[in-house]
């Protein structure tokens, strides 16, 4: 076999891993935030002050270490041991949690300060968890894209090829749903014209992914890349489905009411899978053997997934419109987290429940227990990273560390100009904040250097620990582009 042919068999014919699996690395993301800023709550109390010394390079190193290479090496060298990792890290996180309260204020006082934190007043730098939610699902990605063509990441967590769950077939669902959640509607923004006007707007804006999805169908045809091409189609990718996504929900929302998108959403993909069950269709995107008779047979998965992932992104606007809601005190963040937390359970309730009487979930088709089970594991990542953000906000107020980086402040009347400055440094320094700023670049570079890497190494030959190095020297060379505009105040636009 020719090593196009090795590779493309490597990533094929896969049938992923358990629901429980994909819904235990949730945690890890969350952990290594709250160890992050918990590190960052020791250097204060011990120097009074932030930034670390040498502040440019070492909060970049912090960042790096804490919040990236565990995701990397929890999915290669570790990945059998996720539990014990994730435990240890928490392990970790609990002794200094406890000696942050040994010495920030006497047990007496406790109860008083739990009640008072409840109590007060909140200030959002961005959305409450939408921005972490989406700085992980994005850096989740880089890493996926590339360590999927290695032995060391296994083969349970890549795409299926026809039903199951793998890490990576939630991460296409929760890319989508990711976008919906910061789209102009989720924002509340209102339609400047007419309808119409609106919709010739969206359809213009879609211009960059298009172009992007031209340009890796160019280069990829020309260059013999490897392609799964039972993910998407012959000539179909993401960046299509992207775009098309964009466009059939912006017509939507503008004749749909706002209210009763998740109704909307379960009908499309409720009709779907009606569609799936009672007619041809089923047999006709599973059936591989007649990409030639034309473009619908060539990329019938990328065309008829669509329906799927629309939902996905009816409810993902839902959601978003639900999330920023204006909320001004803890209690009431918290009473949003066990919203989502329990719609989380409900869908997965939902989802065995489609599991067992309709059809696994499947990424190929986009059927409707994929609608489902990206939805609730997007939802219940969302939870695990707001409690996360709710942890260091309470480390804040503990600590009196105003300064440690979160979605959230408590409010204060009117800051010193000093004090701003140095609040403002810190955002400067914080790497979520550097991916969050250039989202789609950080998306475009890491598929770049995927192509790269993969043109000058000899993926599938690599020993685990060369493996590891290559993706870690891949990520870092990702994050340290990204930090640099950060730090220079780019911000690239394609639109």
């Excluded at 429980?20 to 949730?26: F, N, P, Q």
């Excluded at 065309?303 to 809601?325: D, H, N, R």
């Excluded at 979930?361 to 939870?383: E, G, T």
Aim: proline share 3%; charged share 15%; net charge positive.
């Amino acid at each position: 076999m020719a090593q196009r042919e090795v590779k493309q068999a490597f990533v094929s014919n896969l049938n992923g891993t358990s629901l429980g699996e994909v819904a235990l690395g949730s945690f890890l993301a969350p952990v290594c935030l709250i160890l992050r800023a918990f590190i960052l709550v020791l250097y204060y109390q011990a120097k009074g002050t932030l930034p670390l010394p040498l502040p440019l390079t070492s909060h970049l190193l912090l960042d790096f270490s804490v919040l990236v290479i565990p995701l990397v090496l929890s999915c290669t060298l570790l990945s059998s041991i996720l539990l014990q990792v994730i435990v240890c890290l928490t392990l970790m996180s609990a002794c200094v949690f406890c000696y942050i309260y040994r010495t920030s204020f006497l047990s007496s006082v406790w109860p008083q300060k739990i009640v008072n934190l409840l109590q007060s007043h909140v200030q959002f730098q961005q959305v409450p968890f939408v921005t972490l939610f989406r700085v992980f699902v994005n850096v989740k990605t880089a890493i996926s894209i590339l360590a999927v063509d290695f032995s060391v990441f296994p083969r349970r967590y890549a795409k299926t090829e026809t039903y199951g769950t793998g890490v990576m077939d939630f991460g296409v669902g929760a890319f989508i749903f990711a976008n919906a959640l910061v789209s102009p509607e989720a924002r509340r923004r209102s339609v400047s014209g007419s309808k119409m006007s609106h919709i010739t707007k969206q359809i213009l804006s879609i211009w960059p992914l298009v172009a992007l999805g031209m340009a890796r169908l160019v280069s990829i045809k020309m260059t013999g890349y490897h392609e799964h091409v039972t993910e998407y189609g012959i000539h179909w990718n993401f960046f299509f489905t992207l775009a098309i996504v964009r466009v059939l929900a912006s017509v939507l929302l503008v004749v749909l009411p706002a209210g009763q998108l998740w109704l909307f959403a379960l009908l499309i993909s409720g009709f779907y899978q009606f569609a799936l069950e009672t007619s041809e269709l089923k047999s006709f995107l599973m059936h591989n053997k007649d990409r030639e008779k034309d473009f619908v047979h060539a990329n019938k998965e990328g065309i008829f997934s669509i329906a799927g992932y629309v939902a996905i992104y009816l409810t993902g606007v839902q959601i978003g419109l639900y999330v920023m809601q204006p909320r001004s005190q803890v209690k009431d963040c918290l009473k949003m987290l066990f919203i989502l937390f329990l719609g989380s359970l409900l869908l997965y309730a939902a989802l065995f429940i489609c599991q067992t009487l309709v059809e696994p979930v499947s990424r190929r088709s986009a059927n409707l227990p994929f609608v489902i089970w990206s939805v609730a594991q997007s939802l219940f990542f969302m939870s695990c990273l707001g409690l996360a953000d709710m942890v260091i906000l309470f480390s804040k107020g503990a600590c009196c560390c105003r300064f440690l980086p979160s979605s959230m402040n408590f409010e204060e009347k009117k800051l010193t100009p000093l004090a701003y400055k140095k609040k403002g440094e810190i955002e400067r320094l914080c790497l979520i904040q550097a991916v969050s700023r250039n989202q789609l670049l950080f998306f475009l570079l890491a598929n770049l250097m995927t192509g790269v890497t993969n043109s000058v190494v000899d993926t599938l030959s690599c020993s685990n620990l060369f493996s590891v190095c290559v993706l870690l020297l891949y990520m870092f060379v990702n994050c340290l582009v990204i930090y640099v505009l950060h730090i220079c105040g780019i911000t690239v636009k394609f639109w």
